[in-house]
């Protein structure tokens, strides 16, 4: 009977192939079961009718989970799904529109290549919102799962059937503990933007200067040598990614997150203080210049030492400070 | 009010479902198959829908709350269920928990309509 075998069909189409044919075989056999010795198409219909819509019963009989990410989770992957969506669109326009503005249309300027640009615009930031999109699914749908044994050890997540104790209670936030969301979306964009003029246009940073011509760069870097250093931006402007978002998502401060805070500012006061003292990287032309040095040729080198040295001290009087700072944010205690 | 009837049908499918369970394990003590069951069911006024009832021998079964056998003589293949031993068991403790729950509630309600 076709009508049957439609049914049944309908019902095991989802199911997991080790319980397929037991579940069918049940199924065909209690609906035969159900009708008359010498049934009609009719009486068929009506048994059909009276078990109801195959697709309910299929889902009483699914064993595994039917759903991606559970209500513990939802609304927490909510949260984290806009703003990294949110953020990605922001600094790919961002990023595209500084594209254009350093790089001068040359032939077929016009209204049409404006379209173009325009599409291209549209284009790249829904492909950036859709691919943020995916990886913070996958990665909810991995906590959810418990995939790599990473869920109980995520601050702020608990599943709830895990056992629970009094221990396991939240604090209560202290307000001057607290991470300004919009700071760390603004931190966001700014390393993002960073990251992507030393990545794309390295040679925009450096002194300009207005000549008769218009603006003249001055480079601070040598592009040849920064590509020494770009595995490394790139992999600490990742790092400061991933501690943003655990930033935006905890919302306050805490000693774990201060540990990692500071070990990335210190990595990056290392690359900074590197990077600066690197003469390859950073030549003695740039300090030899009478446009903004007015210092004779003998002297550059030891004005260049000192320019070093400072620098160097700055930074790391920041990082110092700024890691003070923070961790006296984590000691606070609610007033 | 339209409302109103529907919560009250969706609060009355959630009572049911608590005693579904206790209902299809009180009639597992002989070996019956789905369909035997619903009409067994039927007869004792105790109807139950053959779409809820075929899953929930399964995941009985999956609990090992029962145990089953495919019985192949007849000219029909049938999937036979009882109850296993930690079905007994539980079953022995449902319904105990069932017969307090029922006493004290009937207390409760007893006591309110007066």
Redesign the interface.
Request: overall charge negative.
């Given at each position: 009977m076709e009508l049957i075998d439609r049914y049944v069909y309908a019902v095991t189409e989802q199911l997991p192939e080790d319980?397929k044919e037991?579940?069918r075989?049940?199924?065909r056999?209690?609906i035969?079961?159900?009708l008359p010795d010498d049934y009609t198409e009719e009486d068929v219909k009506a048994v059909l009718e009276?078990?109801?819509?195959p697709w309910?019963?299929a889902e009483?009989?699914q064993?595994k989970k039917r759903y991606l990410i559970g209500p513990a989770l939802y609304s927490k992957y909510f949260t984290v799904l806009k703003l990294v969506a949110g953020i990605v669109m922001t600094v790919v326009a961002a990023v595209t529109i500084m594209g254009w503005v350093f790089t001068p249309l040359t032939e077929g300027d016009g209204p049409s290549s404006y379209a173009e640009m325009f599409s291209e615009l549209i284009w790249v930031t829904v492909q950036g919102g859709l691919q943020a999109a995916l990886w913070v699914t996958f990665a909810f749908v991995a906590i959810e799962r418990e995939w790599f044994g990473i869920t109980g050890k995520i601050e702020g997540v608990s599943m709830t059937d895990d056992p629970w104790s009094v221990s396991d209670l939240p604090t209560i936030p202290v307000q001057s503990k607290k991470i300004p969301r919009t700071g760390t979306i603004f931190s966001i964009i700014f390393t993002m933007l960073v990251t992507a003029v030393v990545y794309f246009q390295p040679e925009l940073i450096g002194v300009f200067i207005r000549d008769s011509e218009g603006f003249t760069i001055y480079s601070l870097l040598e592009t040849d040598r920064l590509q020494a250093y770009l595995p490394f931006i790139l992999l600490l402007a990742l790092f400061q990614m991933i501690l943003f978002v655990w930033k935006y998502i905890v919302q306050y401060w805490n000693l774990r997150l201060w540990a990692v805070h500071t070990i990335a500012s210190v990595l990056i006061s290392i690359l900074l203080i590197v990077m600066a003292n690197d003469t390859a990287l950073i030549s003695d032309a740039f300090f030899n210049n009478k446009l903004f040095f007015e210092v004779s040729l003998s002297t550059v080198v030891n004005q260049r030492d000192i320019i070093v040295r400072v620098f160097a001290a700055i930074v790391v009087v920041i990082t110092v400070w700024d890691a003070i700072d923070a961790f006296l944010k984590t000691r606070k205690k609610a007033a | 009010m339209d409302s109103t009837e529907e919560l009250i049908n969706s609060l009355m499918v959630e009572l049911k479902r608590g005693t579904l369970v206790l209902l299809v394990l009180s009639q597992l003590h002989q070996p019956e198959y789905g369909y035997s069951l619903i009409q067994k069911l039927e007869e004792k006024n105790a109807p139950i829908e053959a779409g809820t009832l075929y899953p929930l021998l399964r995941r009985l079964e999956k609990q090992q709350l029962l145990k089953s056998e495919w019985d192949t003589t007849e000219s029909r293949p049938r999937k036979f269920y009882m109850l296993s031993e930690q079905g007994k068991e539980v079953y022995a403790k449902l319904k105990s928990e069932w017969q307090t729950l029922s006493q004290q509630l009937a207390a409760i309600l007893m006591e309110e309509n007066v």
């Open positions: 319980m037991d579940v075989k049940e199924l056999g209690n035969e079961d159900m009276e078990l109801g819509n309910k019963i009483e009989y064993p | -």
